[in-house]
């Protein structure tokens, strides 16, 4: 293994190891229980600002909300929006979605989480609130952790529970009353775990920002449908459901079975379930849908493909034209072995690795959102990695571009 200079970069969010300990963490606590970590990092400083949090929901494709608390109820309005003046000083707060990825800054704070694996972090959602301000109980879906940043909020959380739903917007889903197993105000640098289900709601003691890291987990209808999409792309899983004669005649198979012509007996489902199970059992496969699956970002990459086709030959010297390599907003990187070969697979594209190439890969992995093109010439020393470089380029997920261009 090519050693990474990169990985080994301090970043500025360390967890405090007196206050966390990722390994009890995991074992007693993800995805069990509601863990509250004071001072779980020290001295956090907010990786983005209220103002600037503001000016991002301004931008075209960001996600963003302000649901506010008003006399009668609750009010919801999506991004974007220009004025805040109109909210007041109180009661409600602006959630913003995947701050990591309109703001590569914020994207180290997801590095103090790689206790878990990349492909399981969803994205960074950030919330600036105001006095009063919340988004009121509910659950999610996902497993979060929610970062307290400048200012102080109260946090409730309860168990999982059959809580009845309401929406006072429709796009707001909220519980009735849970009664609470931890109730504290959160200052800055504390953290809390909520896993997925387990309701909760934030009340903002003094203007606050948060900071919630929140993770990816496929239910078995999107994984079925990413079998399915992969299988009518590519051609595959054709094998047809067939009749058995236990449909079509009676028990000794002397006479045709007595049955209406438009009953559909039990058993053809379990036909069905026979054939859709043998697809299942197809491992190479399988483990190709979920590898590009998790290569995905769910919001997918605007991607920006050379005018000329690059060549793994020539990619060097197209490197030493550019000053640096940027990287598309939001790519998803992984590894994986696929038949016995380590393969890199980017926004579902794959590329085999050798040791030179996995090196780069590392490197480009962990680079934020650009890094000068000499950092990267040294690593283009095998075909692989050359491959890997331009196919990625060709792919419009990295482009090479000159300083000046990229302001
Ligand atoms: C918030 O920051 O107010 C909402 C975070 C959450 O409850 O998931
Ligand atoms: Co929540």
């Known amino acids: ?149 400048s200012g102080s909020r109260r946090w409730q959380v309860g168990e999982p529970g059959d809580y009845k739903t309401i929406c006072p917007h429709p796009d707001l889903k909220q519980i009735t009353g849970f009664t609470p197993i931890i109730d504290e105000v959160l200052e800055p640098g504390d953290m ?21 890291v929140g993770f990816r987990a496929p239910s078995q209808a999107e994984l079925i449908s990413a079998l399915a999409d992969y299988a009518l792309d590519q051609d595959a899983l054709q094998q047809r459901f067939h009749d058995r004669s236990e449909i079509l005649l ?18 053809a489902t379990q036909y069905c379930r026979e054939l859709m199970q043998s697809a299942l059992n197809d491992d190479a496969l399988l483990h190709k849908v979920c590898a590009e699956l998790f290569s995905k970002n769910p919001r997918p990459p605007l991607p920006d493909y050379p005018s000329e086709p690059f060549t793994a030959g020539a990619v060097v010297y197209s490197c030493k034209r550019y000053e640096l390599l940027v990287k598309a907003v939001g790519v998803r990187m992984i590894t994986t072995h696929h038949e016995g070969n380590l393969y890199a697979v980017i926004q579902g594209n794959w590329f085999r690795l050798d040791e030179h190439a996995e090196a780069l890969f590392g490197v480009l992995c962990d680079m934020t959102d650009y890094a000068e093109t000499v950092e990267i010439i040294e690593y283009l020393s095998s075909s692989f990695a050359c491959e890997l470089l331009a196919g990625m380029l060709n792919e419009g997920l990295f482009m090479l571009t000159n300083d000046e261009d990229a302001g």
């Open 250 to 267: 009676n028990q000794d198979g002397t006479e045709l079975a007595d049955r209406e012509p438009w009953h559909l007996p039990q058993q």
């Open 1 to 149: 293994m090519i050693h990474n200079p990169f990985q080994d970069s301090p970043s500025d969010y360390i967890l405090n190891h007196h206050a966390f300990n990722a390994v009890a963490f995991l074992r007693d606590y993800w995805q069990q229980k509601p863990l509250l970590i004071k001072q779980a990092f020290v001295g956090f400083a907010d990786p983005i600002s209220a103002d600037e949090l503001a000016g991002l929901s301004l931008e075209p494709g960001v996600d963003s909300r302000v649901v506010q608390k008003t006399a009668t109820g609750w009010d919801l309005q999506h991004g974007p929006i220009e004025d805040f003046s109109a909210f007041g000083d109180t009661g409600w707060s602006l959630l913003v979605q995947a701050v990591n990825e309109h703001y590569p800054p914020a994207q180290e704070l997801l590095r103090a989480f790689r206790f878990l694996p990349d492909w399981r972090v969803d994205d960074l959602m950030v919330s600036y609130s105001t006095v009063g301000g919340g988004v009121g109980a509910h659950l999610d879906q996902y497993d979060v952790f929610i970062i307290q940043g």
């Open 192 to 212: 809390l775990y909520i896993p997925a289900g387990f309701p909760h709601a934030g009340e903002t003691i003094a203007e606050a920002l948060n900071f919630s």
